[in-house]
């Protein structure tokens, strides 16, 4: 069965890698594209999505956090699938994200990417053995266009550490203000902005006379997108309510 997409930030750097992977599933047809730039694609493109009046099987969203309101009525009026690859949601968009996830299928993830997600489960397994052993420290680093620092990702992986850990950790962002030691239960994360860098992550624990690092690097936008895809492939098949992220899509590959 062909899936019927809508791309949310069609004209965008990433929704346009999202169109060439589809243009070579034989799975998936865009239907449609979201955007505030009416730039002509091969499919019709809209403002705002109330104005499509066709049929979808799920939405997939690279677009910015400013589009929610708009992507949220739209997809609990049509009963359409969200996948939101958007990061940078304040606190009070993803509450309203949670709500919507339970009359709608929703697949939310700062990374789209596999082995981010093999990653995470190799940073919680090194922080369960760890402990408060040694110090955790994150640094990514993205194109100086990306707007949001630290990054969603960078937050995951922060998330995943403190899951594991025997005590309630502190984020310290940056080190610029601290005037004092660094305390035993700090996550540090650190942000670098330049050139053209898709996205790289490093995950440090520093122990005693030795350093344990986990390293993430994307070569491409391509990983995103293909992973944004199979999400959309995957939750157009869903028939229940509720938040999905990648280590459900994974159990079902």
Do not use: W
Not at 39 to 50: G, H, I, K, L, Q
Not at 54 to 62: H, L, N, P, R, T
Not at 73 to 94: I, K, N
Not at 239 to 248: F, V
């Amino acid at each position: 069965m062909v899936r019927k997409i809508i791309i949310s930030g069609c004209n965008g750097r990433m929704g346009r890698v999202v169109e060439s992977i589809c243009a070579s599933d034989p799975d998936v047809s865009v239907v449609a594209g979201f955007d505030v730039s009416l730039e002509s694609r091969a499919f019709p493109v809209f403002v705002s999505p109330a104005n499509f009046t066709g049929e979808a099987d799920a939405v997939i969203d690279f677009s910015s956090p400013a589009a929610l309101d708009g992507l949220l009525a739209f997809a609990l009026e049509r009963r359409v699938p969200l996948v939101l690859a958007t990061t940078g949601y304040s606190d009070e968009q993803l509450a309203r994200i949670n709500e919507a996830s339970r009359s709608i299928p929703i697949f939310r993830s700062a990374n789209m990417s596999l082995g981010i997600n093999v990653l995470l489960e190799l940073v919680k397994k090194a922080a369960a053995v760890l402990g408060d052993s040694y110090d955790i420290e994150i640094v990514e680093k993205h194109h100086n266009r990306k707007v949001d620092a630290p990054s969603g990702t960078a937050l995951m992986i922060a998330d995943a550490a403190a899951g594991a850990l025997n005590f309630k950790p502190e984020y310290v962002y940056e080190r610029h203000s601290v005037r004092q030691s660094r305390d035993k239960k700090e996550i540090g994360i650190s942000s670098v902005r330049g050139g053209t860098i898709v996205g790289i992550h490093e995950i440090m624990f520093a122990g005693r006379d030795e350093i344990i690092e986990i390293k993430h690097t994307a070569m491409s936008r391509e990983i995103f997108a293909s992973g944004a895809v199979k999400a959309a492939k995957f939750l157009a098949g869903v028939s229940k309510p509720g938040m999905y992220d990648m280590s459900m899509l994974v159990e079902n590959n």
